[in-house]
Each structure stands twice: as C-alpha cells, then as structure tokens.
C-alpha cells in the first residue's frame, strides 16, 4: 500500500520512516517533506501542507491508502 505524510519535521520524518519499515507499506510520499527524508527512502512530493485540494488530488491520483497529519496546522 501507498501512504502519504503531511508535513516537513522530525516527527513526520521519524513516523514516515517507521512506516516504510511495514512490509505492508509499499512507499511512503511525504508532503512537502524536506531533503534529509530522501535518504531514508522517502519519496517528497512538492504541496504545502495548506493547499489542501492538491493534496487530495495527489492522493487519489496515486492511490494512497492512508493520510498521516502532522502538524495541526494542516487540519
């Protein structure tokens, strides 16, 4: 499966990895991300967290399973 993670900071970089751990988890997308998420295998996707209906479109475009919100600021 396919999971996004909204947001750029450690806790989201710290959850994004963890779940890319699941052999269940196929990728992990993490929007808007920052570059040290891309060692860890992340893929970034370039949306701030406020644009809201991008994010949805993204999602359904790429069959994401499952949103994961950071910081609260993207509710």
Known sequence: MKLLVI???GREH???KKLLESKDVEK?????GNDGMTLDG?????ISIS???KLIEFAKDNDIAWTFIGPDDAL
Do not use: K, R, T
């Open 7 to 9: 947001g750029s900071g």
């Open 14 to 16: 710290a959850i994004a």
């Open 28 to 32: 992990v997308f993490v929007a808007p």
């Open 42 to 46: 992340l893929e970034l996707v370039n």
């Open 51 to 53: 644009e809201h209906s």
